[in-house]
């Protein structure tokens, strides 16, 4: 039986190699990072291709039907229903056979749709219209005045404003409505290029907050390698 000890460092230098690996793209494509790639998609579509069978397709489908045969108290109609759709989806396997499961393939995008744009709404559109209202709030802004706090006031003021003039400018940018002009070409209002401008600027600023989170991120998990790297070589050289 091969010592637990053993196979601890043997994975840390398997960890390193690959990640050594990896980190040579820096000096180009070659053969042995395209190797690393096609090792790390491959454990990632088997481990969540064991997820889906662990989690969806013997607890959901395999079970009951053993349960069935079995003789146990199962809803006859609902894995009728289960089998039956997981048998037209795998129609889609075969061009000659794949139109019998297009609607279960509209039904799945569908819900998911569904639930995509329930998601959005529930988790982000109303959220920021509630976190837009309660930055004009009216009581915090007479009770600063109350105290005499006119500095907190006009903050409060200017954050409104500058909340509101970003909501509104962005959606303005997304309006593509124009007046006919005759045989010239249409044109927006004025007011609408002015407020479609303004919403690009907030949208570039949106851009590259985001973009430094992700450099951030990628700074983070870089610098984690490189301490991991350190460290796995050192425990292997008896460096303190």
């Known amino acids: 039986m091969i010592p637990a000890e053993l196979l601890i460092q043997a994975g840390l230098l398997i960890a390193a190699a690959l990640t050594l690996v990896t980190l ?3 000096f180009g494509d070659h053969p042995v990072f395209r190797l690393v790639l096609h090792i790390f998609i491959g454990a990632a579509a088997g481990y ?3 997820i889906a069978v662990q989690d969806v397709i013997l607890p959901q489908l ?3 039907a053993i349960e069935l045969a079995s003789g146990g108290n199962v809803d006859l109609v609902d894995i009728g229903m289960r089998v039956g759709l997981s ?7 075969s061009p000659r056979t794949a139109r019998f499961g297009n609607p279960v393939t509209a039904m799945l995008v569908g819900v998911g749709a569904a639930l995509a744009i329930g998601g959005a709404i529930q988790g982000t559109l109303l959220p920021q219209i509630n976190t837009s209202a309660q930055i004009f709030d009216v009581a915090g802004f007479d009770l600063a005045l109350q105290g005499g706090y006119y500095g907190e006031s006009l903050q409060i003021i200017l954050q409104g404003m500058l909340a ?3 909501m509104v400018s962005t959606l303005a940018y997304f309006h593509f409505g124009a007046e006919a002009r005759g045989k010239q070409a249409p044109l927006r209002n ?3 290029d002015v407020l479609a401008w303004a919403g690009s600027v907030f949208i570039a600023i949106t851009l590259a907050t ?3 989170g992700v450099l ?3 700074m983070g998990a870089l610098t984690e390698r490189l301490d991991f790297l350190y460290s796995t070589i050192s425990a292997l050289l008896g460096m303190p």
């Open 87 to 93: 048998a037209l989806l795998l129609t889609k396997l």
């Open 62 to 64: 395999v079970f009951p």
């Open 210 to 212: 985001l973009f430094s």
């Open 24 to 26: 040579s793209y820096i």
């Open 190 to 192: 004025v007011l609408v």
């Open 216 to 218: 951030l991120s990628g």
């Open 48 to 50: 969540a291709g064991a």
């Open 164 to 166: 509101l003039l970003a």
